[in-house]
């Protein structure tokens, strides 16, 4: 049998101590397994000089794992203050190497607060009720290649087949793919039983890699990001259909210009398809702005 993780008190009893229990309204779910949470932090490895960012680290499960496995520091934002002394007692065993931020995830610049430390990651059992849209933010980020090299993250197992499909698995292919899949190369790593949670959930969870491509195909984000809203908007109509609510003026010539047949679907188009969309669209509504 695996030996302590560290010489701190079992997290059963630092939740205890500090009268914890997860909230649904927070997307809380607590992870005590520390041979899991050491899993989690050996995928996002090697950790010997990297900078750690986890979100919504609770009582500090992963966290210890992350600092335990050779992290160099972990800066952890955790929105829910009531975990905050538990995490000051796992900063105080590890000196210097855990900083802890109270405050929301999504109303925080981690590139900024990062700065130019690398290598620098994410690591998370993310709060479900934010997951897709903190990693929407991170692989639309203006700046490509991200301040990040990688991220390993989880998602209820649903989302993470979302993130990770083609066109092949047409019913979790969507938008959320096409974003993740230009930026980044994706892949479900393990999965993860409700079981290893308190509360356990009713979905099964999985880690999922994402590790920035350096030259993503070429296109504007924002405007990937609009193509894609309005084709999957309507994903059963066609997209000579679907695309009528871009403000563009000619949708026949929009789809000819990327090479992409009228009647076909939004979930039959590869993310090449996609990003000569948004090509496309940029196109075309240069040729008619004004001299």
Known sequence: MPGPLDDLPPLREIVAAHGLDAKKALGQNFLFDLNLTSRIARAAGPLEGALIVEIGPGPGGLTRALLAEGARKVVAIERDERCLAALA????????????????????????????????????????????????????????????????????????????????????????????????????????????????????????????????????????????????????????????????????ALLAAAGIEPTARAEEIGVEGFAALARALRDQRAAVQPL
């Open 89 to 252: 007692v796992i900063a105080a065993h590890y000196p210097g190497r855990l900083d802890v931020i109270a405050g929301d995830a999504l109303e925080i610049d981690l590139g900024a607060l990062v700065g130019e430390a690398r290598p620098a990651r994410i690591c998370a059992n993310l709060p479900y009720n934010i997951a897709t849209a903190l990693l929407t933010r991170w692989v639309e980020a203006e700046v490509w290649p991200p301040w990040f090299d990688r991220l390993t993250l989880m998602f209820q197992r649903e989302v993470a087949e979302r993130i990770v499909a083609s066109p092949s698995q047409r019913a979790a292919y969507g938008r959320l793919a096409v974003l993740c899949n230009w930026r980044c190369e994706t892949r479900i790593l393990f999965d993860v039983s409700p079981s290893a949670f308190t509360p356990p959930p009713k979905v099964t969870s999985s880690i999922v890699e994402l590790r920035p491509r350096a030259a993503p195909l070429p296109c504007e984000a924002r405007l990937l990001s609009e193509v894609t809203r309005a084709a999957f908007g309507q994903r059963r109509k066609m997209l000579r259909q679907s695309l009528k609510s871009l403000p563009v003026r000619e949708i026949a």
